[in-house]
């Protein structure tokens, strides 16, 4: 019998390596984090009752899985293993991430016939982006992630980055992959990156929390209008380094119009950061 | 339905920004906003594969015993290799260093992001940290 | 004084290696080769007399530049210089390529904006697929190739392969971005490969002479209907490799719709394939 | 002005074939023909590292000292090192390996593209090579 795949939620959170790093050394009641981590157990508590079969994880690697001699704008990984990088520290010690290929496979050939020119990782070594998301969703994930996962890659660090328009439509048609998808699958998609930062320059430690409540607000009711952002923008409202949520809209584009909010939280400052969550139902009733 | 979303107008330039991070790159112009673009990637592609070497604690090892033949093995440019040998921090971002490449070796330093912070906008890592605390800056 | 980039000609052309290695070895009057070489003179007499102030060369890797553990869909080279690689006997004896990031950075920033999600390669070493090209238009290089050259990769030998009609749309934004070039050069533009072959599976050494008469009859009159292919049909009837014929549509469409045709070839057999040259004008009066 | 282009309907499949290369692959079906696709691709990865590292004379000459334990280095499977060792090129192929990595190996034993294709196809390689230059296989 034929199924449906189906997404389930989409969460939205920054992946700062330093909330990855409060959590490994044991600094969540520091209260310096405490508030952050607070923020976070509404939407861990829900995730724990609603674990899907694969989570689709969009986020970008920092110097440590790819190199600048080849800069993809869009990437999927097809592998079925994912070694967690050694980002020049050791790596952190939580499990290697476990892939599914056929599903990866599948999305790419969706992807590929609706115009979208992704780069296929074969191999790729995953780095605190994807890695710290992971652990915002699942703290003690003991010997394994919840869930396999399928890793999409964005260029964020070089431009010209893809614009959020077209991170918006990315997410669209990747729902559309999804929808198309002959198994029975429940899918939880995984937008990361941001909120507002900048970590280099005369601006260095610009936050801009007006932008940043905007953002939180759009992107549950009216993302089509962040799409609307030009990079400069993005750049001047939410930093040189915030212009990354636009991988929110990537998730965001994947779920349906109408969206449940099940909790959101804002923090700062995580390290240079300020640090969002929003996690969202899925299966929220349409509209009439 | 789609809605315009307000944005701010551009900003006025920062005022007595006491560093020299180059203040517009590529087509974009966003004041004290270092962009990473095609042409700061290629001056710096070699500067960044050597600092992105530092993910293995045998080139680190090996960078320290002797930093100037490091950057000649990765064939940096002189004032690449000067800037990395004087932890000149804005210097490497002017000459093309990615920041995500260049934090690896403020962590060889034992460096904090703010404390790169402090540098790149005249202050103390205690006083760039305060200013997150207190909200971060605004510019 | 701004100018305006124009592409001045469009040459599509077989990469066979062995028709580099003829012209390497002083083959070219063997009997087996000689109407091939007799075949590309006129091509080449009109292109001395027409030399562009720099070549885009769209062309797919054979195991020599790229490894199978990162594969995009599109690339674009940005580097200033690209040696010619060591394909496992020694690099062919031809002047390495020099390229004009400044172009290249253009046209990739133009793409994006137009929704190719190009991967950028900063290094590279090119193949055959390139070089082989070249020398077809210029069999005595000298020291130098005549003008600098973009490199813009496709992947046309792990499945799935862009399609046809998104090849052409890449060329027809091409065709923009040159246009939007700021600068008064001319260009000239390589689409290469095929034509039809095949070279492993018991299907081994399939060629198709009435297929590839009609390709080099529509890519001069009606490049849309070739777009039109699916991937299924151009294997079918080009074989599992001459898919690659594709990527002549991103010549094509990076040429006006009209454009008047200065001479073509067809040989067979060079290797295991059916070699064939198209070489257009570009400045041809529009109708009225 | 666009107009339909003429292609055959699809043909039968080949009679007779005698090797074994999977007539059909991933999503497309064209009969004889090998489909390189993701999960060839995937089953091929090791594999067709292996015959790419043959762009360096060091690793051909390693290679040629010792074949398996070459084999072992790249973490074949115990099938595709026997392909490897026994130039079992059909099976190179059924195994993952892309015709473009492959006909490197053959490249190393002094072996043609006619060459391959005639096994591929059970013929010589004369054989092959005179139906090429009689225009081609069809099929
Ligand atoms: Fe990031
Ligand atoms: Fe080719």
């Known amino acids: 019998m034929a199924g449906v795949a189906e997404v389930i939620w989409g969460l939205a959170t920054s992946h700062v390596p330093s909330i990855g790093a409060a959590m490994d050394r044991g600094k969540t009641e520091d209260p310096n984090w405490k508030d952050l981590f607070d923020g976070y157990a509404p939407a861990r508590q829900w995730l724990a009752q609603h674990e899907p079969d694969v989570a689709i994880v969009v986020y970008n690697d920092h110097a440590n899985g790819l190199d600048l001699d080849i800069v993809p704008t869009f990437g999927i990984g097809t592998a079925d293993h994912y070694r967690v990088a050694d980002e020049g520290y050791g790596p952190r010690q939580v499990p290697d991430v476990i892939g599914d290929p056929d599903l990866s496979l599948h999305l790419l050939e969706s992807l590929v016939d609706e115009n979208f020119d992704l780069t296929v990782f074969q191999e790729l070594e995953v780095d605190h982006g994807l890695t710290v998301p992971l652990s915002v969703w699942t703290p003690d994930p003991g010997d394994a992630w919840p869930c396999p996962v399928v890793p999409i890659l964005v260029n964020v660090i070089q431009y010209p980055q893809p614009t959020a328009a077209r991170c918006y439509a990315l997410g669209q048609a990747l729902g559309r992959a999804i929808r198309s998808y002959g198994e029975d699958v429940t899918v939880g998609i995984l937008g990361t990156g941001g909120m507002s930062h900048q970590l280099a320059g005369a601006r260095a430690g610009f936050i801009n929390p007006e932008f940043d409540a905007m953002w939180l607000e759009k992107i549950h009711t009216d993302p089509a209008a962040l799409a609307a952002l030009s990079r400069e923008e993005l750049i001047r409202e939410a930093g040189s380094e915030g212009i990354e949520l636009i991988m929110w809209l990537i998730m965001r584009g994947a779920m349906a119009d109408e969206v449940t909010k099940v909790h959101s939280h804002y923090f700062l400052p995580a390290s240079n950061t300020a640090a969002g969550i929003a996690l969202f139902d899925n299966r929220a009733p349409q509209p009439a | ?139």
Not at chain 2, 39 to 53: E, I
Not at chain 2, 99 to 112: H, P, Q, T
Not at chain 2, 117 to 135: I, K, N, S, Y
């Open chain 2, 1 to 139: 339905m789609t809605t315009a979303v307000a944005v701010a107008p551009p900003s006025p330039p920062i005022k007595g920004s006491p560093m020299s991070t180059n203040e517009t790159g590529g087509r974009l112009n966003v004041p004290g906003t270092p962009i990473f673009d095609g042409q700061t990637s290629r001056r710096g592609l070699r500067l960044n594969k050597m600092l992105m070497s530092f993910r293995s604690a045998e080139n680190r090892e090996r960078f320290s015993a002797d930093e100037a033949a490091y950057c000649a093995e990765f064939q940096l440019a002189p004032e690449q290799t000067q800037a990395v040998l004087d932890r000149d921090w804005t210097a490497m971002i002017d000459l093309g260093g990615s920041i995500f490449y260049v934090y690896k070796l403020a962590m060889m330093d034992g460096r904090s992001m703010q404390y790169l912070g402090g540098v790149f906008t005249g202050m103390t890592e205690e006083e760039f940290l305060a200013e997150l605390r207190a909200g971060g800056r605004r510019g």
